[in-house]
């Protein structure tokens, strides 16, 4: 069986199941998830973009990179938690929108290249709180993995709305 | 409807900028993923600052601090999303403007912008005596709950918006 077939198969089981009946046939669930997950990736994004900006040093230069980070990067792991959660409600509620459309895939590999970025840079500060300050090399280092980190963040954004725009029928 | 107003409105739905966005199967969608990146900048931002006025993180550094370190971020993103908010507007004007979830989200948006004001103004004229405490006096912790609630409302709308306009 081709996994596109699987895929398909799978669609079809979700949506038959009670859960994504109820959310099928409840009008104000998914508009109410949306929210709910549009606000978790609000918190996340900002936490991360306010982390991003201070390595480009355009804002709060006047506290270490490392407190910045503290401040921002460990709050992002519990919301991610909501972000998914809601998401795989999405899902459950309208299996085919996602599960066969390639911009929802897109959206997870970035995904997981910005958590492993934010990961990473959270693990090198605590690690060493000079890490992204040592030298100049490290400087431009950080600001490149920033840009990065920006460009990631944003993909995943400009996705999660072209998802809408590129459902199968 | 004042007849000055909708007549303007009818000038820029016509323009050639509205009929664009309309046709131009790409350009819609461009705009909205511009506002949504917007909007959860100006939305999570802001709620850091709330967090603080509320007593539930960065308390370890002033109100002023962390607003300085902050807000330069909201209002960039705040006048993108004003633009590409008003982008979208002229694309389809009567139509959002028949839309109670649309009216509901710029009185909600005025709201934020007035508990603002109030609380520059009337609550934090005695800041700098108070600012470096963890719990902050009451009308710092109720701007911020409002402002919480007043941002939550807002994306709400936001999603409602889209499910009950007609299709374009």
Partial sequence: MTLDAVLRDLSKWLAATPLSQTIQTTGWIIPTLQTIHILGVAAVFSSAILVDLRLWRALQRDVPLADVARRFLPTIWPVVLIILITGSLLIIGEPRRSLLNTTFYLKMALLAVALLLTGGLQWSLRSAPEFWDKDRGRRIAGRFAATVSVLVWCSILFAGRWIAYTQVG | ?168
Avoid at chain 2, 7 to 21: G, K, Q, R, T
Avoid at chain 2, 146 to 163: E, K, P, Q, T
Wanted: hydrophobic share 55%; aromatic share 10%; proline share 4%.
């Fill in chain 2, 1 to 168: 409807m004042m007849p000055p107003f909708a007549d303007l409105i009818s000038y820029f739905e016509n323009s050639a900028l509205a009929d664009n966005i309309r046709e131009n199967d790409l350009l819609f969608p461009l705009i909205e993923s511009v506002h949504v990146v917007a909007i959860c900048l100006v939305v999570g931002s802001i709620l850091a600052v709330d967090l603080r006025l509320l007593g539930l993180a960065s308390i370890n550094r002033s109100v002023s601090r962390v607003t300085a370190g902050i807000l330069p971020l909201t209002w960039g993103a705040f006048v993108v999303a004003v633009s590409s908010g008003s982008l979208l507007f002229i694309s389809n004007a009567t139509e959002y403007l028949g839309n109670g979830f649309f009216i509901a989200k710029i009185v909600l948006i005025a709201a934020a912008g007035l508990n603002m004001v109030i609380f520059h103004v009337i609550g934090a004229k005695d800041l700098p005596r108070w600012e470096n405490d963890t719990r902050l006096p009451f009308q710092a912790r109720l701007a911020g709950g409002v402002s919480i609630l007043l941002w939550v409302a807002v994306v709400a709308c936001g999603r409602w918006i889209g499910f009950t306009m007609p299709a374009g």
